[in-house]
């Protein structure tokens, strides 16, 4: 018994100096953001502000492009999960509820695709967006991200599926229950733990996503945000609009995962059994 108390508190102990090495940046930044640009430079340093200001939130919302970029990743998270988690749960019941000819082919060849890098994508995808004349728009880059979401939200929503007990489907179908009733009435509620996963992850990684923004999004107009950040470099570095602009960039998905967290371990066992 001592040998195992002991070595929870050393997993608590190593555990507790992680978060605190993880979440010391995050802390300074946060405060940085509150300083005026003397004070950020000031010697010797303060964690706290000694002077509050909302300056620099103030020019982050006052200059009409980091207005811009905000809007463009809120409007391509939005609309990218949304549509990514629609067609995941769609697909992933037809997998697992709907058998047919090919299944496991198209399965496997869907599997195949997580193996790809997404660099070998970008030529082609820049190409195609530039013919339809989609460059610098926010459908280039909702259209790219659900297509890379899609190949692992599908195998997500497929384990959550075939977690739910036959005997229910059969019930339903008794009960003259079409296949569409079926899936938005009684699976999709059962299948809670597998789209709250798969809206958060879609949430980090579409809020997160800079390769794909880059090339399709060359200019400032249809830039998201964290192709936006760059943008602060100029002579000088401006660390308390800087620091604004990463509190801002980073509190949407510390929103979802807080909002949803007690989801998540569910819905990667769940997948971890059944995928």
Known sequence: MSRSRAAR???????????????????????????????????????????WT?????RVFGEGRFSTFYWNSVVIT????????????????????????????????????LTVPLVIFLVPMFLMANAAGLLNTQLALIVT?????LPFTILIMRASFLAIPREIEESATMDGAGVFRQWWS???????????????MTTYTTWGEYTLAKTLSPNP??????????????????????????????????????????YIVAGVAQGAIKG
């Open 221 to 262: 107009g249809g830039m998201p945000l964290t192709v936006g950040l760059t943008l602060l470099k100029s002579e000088t570095w401006e660390f308390g609009l800087l620091g604004a602009v990463i509190v801002l960039a980073v509190l949407p998905p510390i929103i979802v995962f807080v909002v949803f967290q007690r």
């Open 145 to 149: 991200n659900v297509a890379v979401h």
């Open 9 to 51: 508190w050393v997993i608590q102990i190593v555990l507790l100096l992680l978060s605190i090495g993880f979440l010391a940046p995050l802390v300074y930044i946060f405060f940085s953001s509150f300083k005026g640009p003397t004070e950020i430079f000031a010697v010797p340093q303060s964690i706290l502000p000694r002077e």
């Open 186 to 200: 009684i699976m999709l509620p059962m299948a809670r733990n597998g789209i709250v996963l798969t809206v958060i």
């Open 78 to 113: 939005v609309a990218g999960v949304a549509i990514t988690t629609v067609v995941a749960s769609l697909a992933g019941y037809g997998f697992a509820k709907l058998p047919f000819r090919g299944q496991s082919v198209l399965l496997w060849l869907i599997v195949a695709t």
């Open 54 to 58: 909302l300056e620099n939130y103030l």
